[in-house]
């Protein structure tokens, strides 16, 4: 009965983020959504990383620990977690679909516990705030994690219980991943080292830092530009 209660809660909340009645909000989260949208904040990251660690033996441990954030969440996710627990997502439940607000073009055939989006995001995200400890990015990184998690809830494609196990699991691989990186990389003298107050603490460059949320905002107007033709 218990059992039953929580899940009674999750449904209901997910009912209270679930879409809108406005066509704009419902592409804008589409786009969201999409991976290929934060393209250009992938390529900030990259730069940030390249402009701190000029050599290839600095530059490629870092790459490796960022893509290994990134593997480990999607494969324990989608390959181990997802198979053996099988919940439907909400929008393939036949018993929720009918209250639900879909969007249109927006499926999936896969299961939903937990969310690969909300745990990838915020590996990431835990990863390179640990890595450049600068406070703005920091926010800037979790911020843009929430709202691909918020885009899960809007778009039906996931219960609040996936995505919030999705978080906790995506925070506790990136900081196990920095953890890991960093040992090594003080060991074998890997560590970027600040030498003015254009460098983080961690030895990260600052002003490519602001490139890299430049890019962010760029992905943002993007989406909204992408959104704005289905109002015409």
């Keep these: 009965m218990e059992w039953e209660r929580l899940l009674e809660a999750d449904r209901s909340c997910l009912l209270a983020f679930n879409g809108s009645d406005s066509l704009f909000f419902d592409e804008l989260m589409k786009v969201f959504t999409s991976g290929i949208t934060w393209l250009p904040l992938y390529v900030g990251l990259l730069f940030v990383i390249g402009r701190s660690h000029r050599h290839l033996r600095t530059f490629l441990p870092v790459l490796a620990a960022a893509v290994l954030c990134v593997l480990v969440t ?8 997802k198979p053996w627990v099988c919940r439907l997502r909400p929008l393939n439940d036949p018993l929720l679909r009918p209250l639900l607000d879909t969007v ?4 999936s055939s896969d299961y939903s516990f937990f969310s690969a989006h909300a745990a990838n995001t915020a590996g990431i995200a835990t990863f390179f705030s640990l890595l450049f400890r600068r406070r703005s990015m920091t926010l800037l990184l979790i911020g843009w994690s929430l709202l ?3 885009t899960r809830l809007y778009l039906a494609m996931h219960y609040p219980s996936d995505v919030l196990v999705g978080l906790l699991f995506g925070i506790v691989v990136g900081c196990s991943v920095y953890v890991f990186y960093h040992r090594w990389a003080v060991q ?11 460098h983080t603490s961690s030895g990260y460059d600052v002003p490519s830092i602001k490139v890299a949320q430049g890019l962010f905002l760029l992905c943002i107007v993007y989406a909204f530009c992408r959104s704005l033709p289905v109002l015409w």
């Design 188 to 198: 074998n003298g890997m560590l970027p080292s600040p030498s003015s107050q254009n």
């Design 148 to 150: 691909n998690c918020f």
């Design 74 to 81: 999607a494969c324990v996710t989608n390959l181990l977690v």
């Design 104 to 107: 249109a073009g927006v499926a």
